[in-house]
C-alpha cells in the first residue's frame, strides 16, 4: 500500500527558506514521477513541481521557477522540495503526491497527507 509521511513545513520569514520532504513507503519513488502541489485558503489546489522516475526530469510552475528545487534520493525513498527566496503568497499547505505513471502527466494516484508552510514576517 503507498505511504507518504511528508515534514519540514512551518514558519518562516519572507526570504528564507524551507525544504519539504516526502518519505515514501510501500513503492519506489525512482519508479514513480513525484509531484507537489499546494493549496492556499480559498484557493484551488495548484501543481506547483514534478520529478519524473529516474533519471528525473523535471517540471516547475512559473510561480516558482528560479526558486523551487525537487530532488530524489533513492536510497532513501524520499523526494523533496527545497524553497528558497519565500514569499508569503506561497503560504499554502503543501501535498506530495505519486502522479500516474513514470513521467509527469499532472494526474495523481495517490496524496499525502500535507504540511503546513507559513511565510510571515
Known amino acids: 500500500q503507498l505511504h507518504f509521511v511528508e515534514s519540514g513545513g512551518g514558519l518562516v520569514q519572507p526570504g528564507g527558506s524551507l525544504t519539504l520532504s516526502c518519505a515514501a513507503s510501500g513503492f519506489s519513488v525512482d519508479n514513480y514521477a513525484i509531484g507537489w502541489f499546494r493549496q492556499a485558503p480559498g484557493k484551488d489546489r495548484e501543481r506547483v513541481s514534478c520529478i519524473s522516475g529516474s533519471p528525473g526530469s523535471t517540471y516547475y510552475a512559473d510561480s516558482v521557477k528560479g526558486r523551487f528545487t525537487t530532488s530524489r534520493d533513492n536510497a532513501k525513498n524520499t523526494v523533496y522540495l527545497q524553497m528558497n527566496s519565500l514569499k508569503p503568497e506561497d503560504t499554502a499547505v503543501y501535498y506530495c503526491?505519486?502522479?500516474?505513471?513514470?513521467?509527469?502527466?499532472?494526474?495523481?494516484?495517490?496524496w499525502g497527507q500535507g504540511t503546513q508552510v507559513i511565510v510571515s514576517s
Open positions: 503526491a505519486a502522479e500516474v505513471g513514470y513521467y509527469c502527466s499532472g494526474y495523481v494516484g495517490h
